[in-house]
Each structure stands twice: as structure tokens, then as C-alpha cells.
């Protein structure tokens, strides 16, 4: 028999819903975690005093009671896992491993017995069904009849939303009415939420990002209340996950994330996370209200009556505080990017990501099976970090800057996650640079340099004539005539001139637009030209002949480099050729240019054999060419 005793796809059953998850029974506590929220149950072993094995639905399942009144049920067992289980209990635990039937008659009636934290509902002695009495969100009582109004789970198809009981009507004791003892024994463990008493601290118009407002948090041993002007929220400490305390990228704000499992619902609108807004400016004199023997006692040195400090201090202080089962997860960088259609944050953190605030996402590296860097959809100055979980779910956070791209990378592989494109992604920075600025193409700025010939040409052109489109001979000789006939006038008579020259200006204007429209709209359609299939094609620039000349010498200089590492070792090598290098490659490809033109030249008029036009000399082979 071993020190330890491991399963695996073992189940707990919580508000209606199946949670897989992994099962340790050692020598010290019993140790379950679930593999959906990563919760994890832990068990001393001198408080076991109590363990059944039942036949349930799946399988075999085993129910553990504790000396503070837990009870625990985990399913999923096989037959022949008993006897090594209850060997294993009698050696390490001194507990017996007793084997209990349920009742599966399907009768309605039987008798209610309360025992610790369930209601059991048993018929001759065995079990027909069990209700923990945590689940139970409403207690409500009629004649000889209570009804229970249990808490949703929205992880589960069929809900049950209520169960009544009629208690008929006892002779033996006249003093209690059995209802109300029923319904007392029901809200005495029961999860229903009431404010009495006195909350232990109060905090006042606090920023809340998710749900959206300005609430009152009241502080109260086993709860947490939120006041607004429209809603109340009511969060047991045992919803609350994790705490997540993250500074703003402004450095002047922080953020203080919940995070809840069940989630606080408003309508039809569920609230996984409650994240609030603090100003790092803004502090607080706090006291609580308890004695100072109170807290010494209760939070034992963690809090003090009289607190000052920071507002985003006291209120991650006391929450800690309060839920001691949970740490206070902290990131020191984030990286501006967009998920979905909103602009946010994402937080590396030493467990996992997590990206608030609209909507907040908290990513475990447990449950991530890949992580992808992907180019930018819109620009290459940014790049896209992709997460995909083992459920199949996939997360894009878009749109990161290229400068924290290295940081990034170094850190998720420092975290052992599975890159997807790792082998792709080594050059890291080459891969994000742009061809323009590391690499000069000569064929390119040739190109760039007829283009700006030709527009210099054409601005010529425009000012000495104008286009060919709007020249018309008939046009300039009835401007010159009308011009001549309006300085004539002019001469004769100012008023009369002035007249005159505002109607030709008007005639001048209107003929111009008419002739224009007329030309416009008689111009025929440009005919697309034939692309010439015997025609040589565009060369190569010179930093590619360079590269295809070079490629077995860096090959062999470098032995095993990959296609990646060429072109990066390539680029590096280019940059530090000389002007007179680099212009080589591109002489030569001006020679070959010229012989290849003047051969395709040859070969148009001796295939039609039509005599070619006066020729001349090539300087290249010395034979004729046009």
C-alpha cells in the first residue's frame, strides 16, 4: 500500500452540475481540485470521522463527513476501487469504509432528518435523496407546508428551482408548531442572505466598472453588500474565487477585480468578475466596527480597529482579510491591446492572463493548451496574441504594439506554454520589420526615379499648351477675336466697355464648359492594351541576384541554418555591403536587360518575316537593332 492514493475524472456535484476534477487521499488531508474553476477542497485527516460507499449515478461515489459538521461527496469511482480505498481509509485514517444502499422505491413520503449541513430524506432507514442545505436560497412557510427556493446555476440544463414539504399536523408536542420547527432547522444552515446586525466596516461611492455605477460597500462578516441606486447585490465570501489587485497603465489609478463563482446576476445579465476603479490620490481613515479584542481575535493581527492608508489598501486589506482562502493575485506590467470591440488591458500574471475590463477575461495556464502570435490585420506595426484553451474556446488580443512583442514572447516562454508557431517565430523582430527600412532595392528606386521624370515632363507639357483634350484651334481664334472686339469698344467708351467685357467674360466662360462637355463626352474609350506574351519580363531587383548568388556561401558558412535564418543572415549582410556592391548586381542586370530586348526584337520580325526597320549597332552584342 502506497503513501498516496490518486484519481482522476472523479466528480463533485455543485448546484446541479458535474465538475470534473482530480481526487489525492495521503497520509496528512484528501485533496480535491477541480479542473473547471481550479478550486481546490482540502480535508485534514484528523477531522475525517465519517465515510459511506454508495451506488449512485455514476458509478460509486463516496460521502465524507468531518468533526466540523462538511460533508464532502465525490463520484465517479469503479466497483473494484473499494477495497483498496477502505484498506487505505482503516491503515492511514482509522476510519471505516461503510457501505450504505440508497432507496430508489420512488415513494413520496417518508422522514426529514437534519444532520449538519443536509436534509435527507429517508424512507425505511435508507436515503432517497439529500439537500444541502447551503443550496437553499428562500425558506418560505404555509399551512402544514414549507416550501425551499434553492440558488441557480448557469452551468447546468435543468435547474431545480423549489421543493415543498407538508409537515402534518404532530399531537405529541401542542407547545411548537412542527412548520416552524421544520423551516428553523432549514434556515438555521441555509445560505439565505439577511443584513442583520451591524456591518463591520463601511465604504462609500465606490467606482464600480462591472456592474457599471456608484455603489455602497458594506462589509459584513459573512457577506459582502452592495448598495446602488438601483440594484443590491448581496456575495457570500464563499463565491469568491480570487482577488486580483492590478495598477492602471497611467500609473495613477488601480484596479481591484472579484472574482465570483456563481456570478451576481442582473436580469438576464451575468457578472463573473466585479472590478472597481481606485485613484491612487484618494486615502481613508478607517475603524471598524468591533472591539479591539473582537478583531484581535477574529482576523488575528491581518486588520486593527484604526486603519489609515490608501483607499484601494484598506478595501484589498479587508477583503483579504475576510476570505482567507483566497490570495491577492498582482500583476506589475500590462500591455494595451483590444478584445472583441473594446480597448483594454492584459495582465500577465504568475499564474495566468487576465484582461479587464470590458468584458474581463482570466485565462489559468492550466486550461491553456496553445498560445499563437499572429501578424497584424491592418498594419504590421502591431501584432495579434492568441490563446486556446483545451476546451476548444479560442481569445484574440488584437492590436499590440511591435515593441512589446519581445517582452511577450519571453515571457510565455518562460512560462513552458506551447507555442503554436515557435519554429516560425524565432527571428522575433525580423519578423515584424518592415522590408522598406532594412534592405535597399535598387530596381525599385529606378523605378521611382522614371516616375518622377515622367511628372516633371508632364507639368512641362501642361504649361506650355495645356493637355491635348482641351486644345482646340477654332476655340483660341474666337477668344482672340473677342478679346480685339472688347479693347476696341473699351476705347470708345469706359461705361460701354465695362459692359462689354463682363458679357464676353460670361459668352468666354459659357463656350469653354460647352466645348469641354462636348469634347468629354465625344472622347472614345481607351482601348486596354495587349500584354505582350514574347515580351521580356520585369528583372529581378538587385538585392535578389545578390541573395541568389550568395545563397550557397552563407549555406555553407553556416551549416543547419534554417530558410528563416537565411533571409535574417542575408538582410544583415546586405546592410553592410558598400554602395559600390550593391550598385554591381544592378549594372549587370542593366546588360542583361539590353540583350534580352534586343533578342526579343529579333525574334518579333524573323517569325512574321516582315524586314525590320532601319537598325542600328547594339553595344552590348554589336549586331543590328532597332
Known sequence: MGDTLEFNEIYQEVKGSWNDGRLRFSKQNVVYKSSKTGKVDSIPAGELNMAQWRRVCLGHGIKLGTSTGHIYKYDGFRDTDFEKISEFFKTNYKVELAEKDMCVKGWNWGTAKFSGPLLSFDINDNTAFEIPLSNVSQCATGKNEVTLEFHQNDDTEVSLMEVRFYVPPSQSDERQDPVEAFAQNVLSKADVIQATGDAV???????????????????????????????????????????????????????????????????????????????????????????????????????????????????????????????????????????????????????????????????????????????????????????????????????????????????????????????????????????????????????????????????????????????????????????????????????EGSESEDESAKKKKAKKAKVVKEKKEKKPRKEKKQKDTGGPKRPMSAYMLWLNSSRERIKADNPGISITEISKKAGEMWRQLGKDEKEKPNRILQEQTLVTTHCVYRRKYESCQIPPPPAQNCDVCHSSMK
Do not use: W
Open 201 to 495: 466596516c463601511i465604504f462609500k461611492e465606490l467606482q464600480c466598472l462591472t456592474p457599471r455605477g456608484r455603489y455602497d460597500i458594506r462589509i459584513y462578516p459573512t457577506f459582502l453588500h452592495l448598495h446602488g441606486k438601483t440594484f443590491d447585490y448581496k456575495i457570500p465570501y464563499t463565491t469568491v474565487l480570487r482577488l486580483f489587485l492590478l495598477p492602471h497603465k497611467d500609473q495613477r489609478q488601480m484596479f481591484f477585480v472579484i472574482s465570483l463563482d456563481p456570478p451576481i446576476k442582473q436580469g438576464q445579465t451575468r457578472y463573473h468578475f466585479l472590478i472597481l476603479l481606485f485613484s491612487k490620490e484618494e486615502d481613508i481613515n478607517l475603524t471598524l466596527n468591533m472591539s479591539e479584542e473582537d478583531v484581535e481575535r477574529r482576523f488575528e493581527g491581518k486588520l486593527s480597529k484604526n486603519m489609515s492608508g490608501s483607499l484601494y489598501e484598506m478595501v484589498s486589506r479587508v477583503m483579504k482579510a475576510l476570505v482567507p482562502s483566497t490570495n491577492i493575485h498582482s500583476g506589475a506590467q500590462c500591455i494595451t491591446c483590444s478584445y472583441k470591440a473594446s480597448s483594454g488591458l492584459l495582465y500577465p500574471l504568475e499564474r495566468g492572463f487576465i484582461y479587464v475590463h470590458k468584458p474581463p477575461v482570466h485565462l489559468r495556464f492550466e486550461e491553456i493548451s496553445c498560445v499563437n502570435f499572429a501578424r497584424g490585420t491592418t498594419t504590421t506595426r502591431s501584432f495579434d496574441f492568441e490563446i486556446e484553451t483545451k476546451q476548444g474556446n479560442q481569445y484574440t488580443f488584437s492590436s499590440i504594439e511591435r515593441e512589446e512583442y519581445g517582452k511577450l514572447f519571453d515571457f510565455v516562454n518562460a512560462k513552458k506554454l506551447n507555442i503554436k508557431n515557435r519554429g516560425f517565430k524565432e527571428g522575433k523582430i525580423d519578423e515584424y520589420s518592415d522590408s522598406d527600412d532594412d534592405q535597399h532595392d535598387a530596381y525599385l528606386e529606378r523605378m521611382k526615379a522614371e516616375g518622377k521624370i515622367r511628372e516633371e515632363g508632364n507639368d512641362s507639357d501642361d504649361s506650355d499648351g495645356g493637355s491635348d483634350e482641351s486644345f482646340n484651334p477654332g476655340e483660341e481664334d474666337d477668344d482672340i477675336a473677342e478679346e480685339y472686339d472688347s479693347n476696341a469698344s473699351a476705347s470708345d467708351s469706359s461705361d
